[in-house]
């Protein structure tokens, strides 16, 4: 029996991801767990799993197109020739709508597998408009369209021979953190001197108290941070549409760097950890992420975040801020006179320099 994979949500706000690779091609026998298709949102780039093991029937959509979160990614079987369903029933999306729809209506959802309880109506059915103009809003086309040509917008070409490359998934999710630091967050950056000597000896007696091999160093400066975060909750916010947006949990982003490619992994919910806890879950997402292996929550949500360049000797650096995330901290190695700096990129519309340089002070000292 044919069975469906369906678009993620990746984040609450999201209703639309974009279709941006595919792993697999009609006929590959894929097990549960394996990565089948990379997703992407204005935040963050997902690969998608699949849930059962089974061949692949039949891609319901194409490389660049964006679908509706609950629509259908593929179809799999228990065999490479069971045949695909007639109607392409999906799971509903979070917060769409419950009109009706007509038959042109239907018919149009079955094309592009949309659900309908993702599609606003504007009378007591769904109609053919209301989807076209949801089509419309969300840069959805039909298979037959084509994009309108539109003159290039942004650079011109260098004046040096070469050829256009297209950006890989990772080089495609650094974009769009670029690009939001760019052109949303009124970006800051500020640091503290300090002695690093009372942090090293404070993971030094950590380690020897919890038998631990490894130094504890920055999982515990993570940690530190997380708390005093949750301590004074404002600098755990965003702006959104003009209005300051309060997360709820703490969830630390974490630079990790896995041969050639940089993730921000993500310990959710850190700020309910106790400490072992916490180096216990960051380790998981730093291993998960050396193996390629990251979950879509391991790779989402980060609300703070936290960036260390110590281990290539750097004394300074200026971290870009992820995607709705106002603060990010910046450890680096120690100077030759043994001091060091803690610095901080933060996002001036939600924080002060005041704001942030109490946190770099209190997270230049170890709990007592």
Not at 31 to 43: M, P, R, S
Not at 98 to 107: D, I, S
Not at 291 to 318: P, Y
């Amino acid at each position: 029996m044919a069975f469906a994979l369906h678009a993620p949500r990746v984040n609450n706000n999201d209703d639309i991801v974009q279709v941006i690779a595919f792993r697999v091609a009609p006929g590959d026998l894929v097990k549960k767990g394996d990565v089948v298709v990379d997703v992407e949102t204005d935040k963050a780039i997902v690969e998608v799993e699949a849930e059962c093991d089974g061949y692949v029937l039949k891609l319901m959509c194409e490389v660049d197109d964006k679908v509706a979160v609950g629509s259908i990614l593929l179809w799999q079987g228990d065999s490479a020739d069971e045949p695909v369903p007639e109607a392409a029933v999906v799971a509903p999306a979070e917060g769409g709508g419950t009109a009706r729809p007509t038959a042109k209506a239907r018919a149009l959802l079955k094309e592009l597998g949309l659900d309908a309880s993702v599609v606003p109506a504007t009378g007591e059915r769904l109609s053919l408009a209301d989807v076209e103009s949801y089509m419309a809003a969300h840069g959805i086309r039909r298979r037959d369209q084509t994009p309108a040509v539109t003159a290039p917008v942004g650079e011109n070409l260098p004046d040096v021979p070469g050829e256009l490359v297209d950006l890989s998934a990772e080089e495609r999710g650094m974009l769009i953190t670029v690009s939001w630091h760019r052109d949303h967050a009124a970006a800051t950056y500020l640091e503290v001197e300090y002695d690093p000597k009372a942090w090293e000896d404070h993971a030094a007696a950590y380690a020897s108290a919890n038998k631990l091999m490894l130094s504890p160093l920055l999982p515990l400066l993570a940690y530190r941070f997380v708390q005093l975060v949750k301590a004074s909750p404002r600098l755990n916010a965003t702006v959104v549409n003009g209005k300051r947006f309060q997360y709820k949990p703490v969830n630390l982003g974490f630079t990790v760097q896995a041969g050639e490619t940089l993730y921000l992994t993500v310990v959710r919910d850190a700020d309910s950890l106790e400490t072992a806890k916490f180096i216990e879950a960051l380790g998981e997402v730093q291993r998960h992420a050396i193996q390629r292996k990251l979950s879509r929550d391991e790779t989402s949500g980060a609300t703070i975040a936290f960036s260390s360049m110590a281990r290539w000797n750097v004394s300074r650096h200026i971290p870009i801020l992820p995607p709705y995330c106002s603060l990010m901290i910046a450890h680096a190695a120690p100077k030759g006179s043994g001091r060091a700096v803690l610095g901080a990129s933060y996002d001036h519309r939600v924080l002060s320099g005041f704001d942030v340089a109490r946190l770099l002070m209190d997270l230049a000292k170890p709990p007592v």
